[in-house]
């Protein structure tokens, strides 16, 4: 079965530790991005990557990190700089063609920071 | 900036009625996609329409983009209480990037 798997489902941290929340895909995908989502709100572009590597900071990137040393995986980890974390966590994939960006979301992590 | 503007934020109808979310962009888009995401879950595409003025049905679900490539809707027919969910457009903007919409959440009364 091809697709997104992101782990855990639900992530609790202490304030003040940094933590890391995986994201693999076997789709094949080039593309890799992280977004935010609050309660009742939108998505927000955290980091993306487009090529092993090389990755590219979003509209929201203070406070987080990412890594992207093989195509499958993309984790993202968010540090003790970030100043509300509990959030819930979607990544996502893509191929990189220009006209067919269709994004492919793995269930997402719910992080709550106590 | 690159933004995408979506409207209603909120919309409550009654099983049965239709509802209309409506999306706009600051630039031309080479295409527009919309996203359904049901309560606790994660976005999952439905279409990418991709030339002016173009209309594209889902069974009860109208999608239509403008002629000028800066709107869109999506307009759901006789909504039943599967469509419940918050839906999002989205533009593919320079960089590879995808910018969301904020969404429009849709309850259904039965």
């Known amino acids: 079965d091809g697709g997104i798997t992101q782990s855990p489902k639900y992530l609790f941290r202490k304030e003040g530790q940094n933590v890391t929340l995986s994201c693999e895909q076997n789709?094949?995908?080039?593309?890799m991005y992280w977004y935010r989502q609050d309660p009742g709100q939108g998505l927000r572009l955290i980091y993306y990557s487009q090529i092993v590597n090389d990755f590219q900071k979003g509209d929201i990137a203070e406070g987080y990190s990412v890594s992207r040393e093989k195509k499958e995986s993309f984790p993202l980890t968010v540090t003790s700089a970030q100043k509300n974390p509990t959030a819930f966590y979607l990544c996502?994939?893509?191929?990189?063609?220009?006209?067919?960006?269709?994004?492919?979301f793995g269930p997402g992590t719910r992080l709550t920071v106590l | 900036g690159q933004q995408v503007m979506q409207i209603p934020q909120y919309q409550h109808v009654q099983e049965g009625e239709d509802f209309t979310t409506y999306c706009n962009s600051s630039?031309?888009?080479?295409?527009i996609q919309w996203y359904k995401q049901r309560p606790g879950g994660h976005p999952v595409f439905l279409i990418q329409l991709v030339k002016s003025g173009e209309v594209k049905k889902q069974k009860r679900l109208t999608f239509q983009f403008g002629e000028a490539k800066k709107n869109s809707s999506l307009h759901i027919t006789a909504t039943q209480t599967t469509d419940v969910g918050t839906y999002f457009c989205?533009?593919?903007?320079?960089?590879?990037?995808?910018?969301f919409g904020q969404g429009t959440e849709l309850s259904v009364k039965p």
């Open positions: 989205a533009g593919p903007f320079q960089g590879g990037k995808l910018i």
């Open positions: 789709l094949n995908h080039d593309a």
């Open positions: 996502a994939s893509s191929t990189v063609e220009r006209t067919t960006d269709t994004q492919y």
């Open positions: 630039t031309t888009l080479s295409n």
